[in-house]
């Protein structure tokens, strides 16, 4: 009886697991990829991107004498 248990708890657990690779990288929805979108026509914030360019670079070196 326990291993006809273990059988049918292992063959759940390979179905779920098997389910949740599928839904994270097969399936599209089609929201996630309007969203995609919209990040492209906007400039990315600079706290994701890295390193962002300054207007008035002089204000900011040191100028060595």
Do not use: C, W
């Not at 979108?37 to 390193?51: E, M, Y």
């Amino acid at each position: 009886m326990k291993k006809r248990v273990r059988r049918i708890a292992n063959f759940f657990a390979f179905n779920l697991l098997f389910f949740a690779l599928y839904l994270n990288f097969i399936h599209k929805d089609n929201q996630t990829s309007a969203n995609a979108d919209l990040t492209v026509q906007q400039s990315p914030a600079a706290a994701f991107s890295g390193t962002v360019l300054v207007e008035h670079p002089e204000k900011y070196l040191v100028q060595k004498q």
